[in-house]
DNA sequence: ACTTGTATTAGAGTGCACACCAAGGTATAT
DNA sequence: ATATACCTTGGTGTGCACTCTAATACAAGT
């Protein structure tokens, strides 16, 4: 059959490893995938969609279980719209704290980095 | 004796459990700490910094095993400088790629929540 | 003398997010 | 018929960074 995506394209395409897309389906934070007569999981481009969203926000920082929350949001149709937004305005909250902790971090690397010779006998910016 | 620093007070002060702070030494990426004559650990208030460095770069998102070869080139000595200063960019930069993916997460979430209305039924940004 | 508070150690346990493995099924090519 | 390529499942293993437990010890307060 053509137009059908196997688990090793979806992972190509979704830059997922089949392992995790398993495991992703298995914990439901992407839905169900179709079966072919085998057994074998077939693809849309949606599913493959989905993944690549999960994924991103995994790699971003959040966790599973926040995932699942709005995976749940989803799977209960269109009535959820006003949790699911406030749920992704939680998430990008969450994020937004993180990309601030990690900027100062970049600031205080940039402020050794700049001042290493000043500081290599002063105790107030030595670790 | 006064101005003698427990692991409590060591704790709240650098906003890291004691449970923390022993592992910390235990793997080495913070010095031993003074011990007064009961074996109990008495931290300065350089030890305080270091622990709170430590803790700002794990929150970030470094690795013990990064911070472990930052705190080996700190106990060489002063003639690792250059190597610091080397290793110092390197984790900058590092917290620079995660930064962007961070970023482009919450762009993302961002702009599902400013478009959620019109993308309920567009399968080309639902997830 | 006893309790309370603070600390020590070694080592075991935890939670997360996968990654890996064995045993097996199916389909196509040779 | 046999190899190969792809997939399935259930279950186990891994790595990281803690976190907790048990057994012990000391010092000060009542």
């Known amino acids: ?11 190509k395409l979704s ?12 914990v439901g934070i ?14 849309s481009e949606r599913d493959i969609r989905r993944i690549k969203f999960m994924r991103h926000m995994r790699t971003a920082g959040l966790n599973i279980s926040s995932l699942l929350e709005y995976a749940n949001l989803i799977q209960q ?12 305005k ?6 937004q704290k ?5 900027q100062s971090a970049i ?7 700049d001042h290493y ?3 290599m006998s002063d105790a107030k910016h030595l670790i």
């Open 1 to 11: 059959m053509k137009n059908m995506i196997g688990i090793k394209q979806a992972s």
């Open 30 to 43: 992407i839905a169900p995938i179709k079966r072919d007569k085998n057994g074998f999981r077939q693809f």
């Open 117 to 119: 010779d000043e500081h």
């Open 90 to 95: 939680e998430q990008r909250d969450q994020l």
């Open 98 to 102: 993180q990309l601030t902790i990690t």
């Open 77 to 88: 149709g269109d009535q959820t719209k006003d949790e699911r937004v406030t749920f992704l």
């Open 15 to 26: 830059e997922t490893s089949p392992d995790t897309i398993r495991y992703y389906e298995k």
């Open 107 to 113: 600031d205080q690397l940039n402020y050794k980095i």
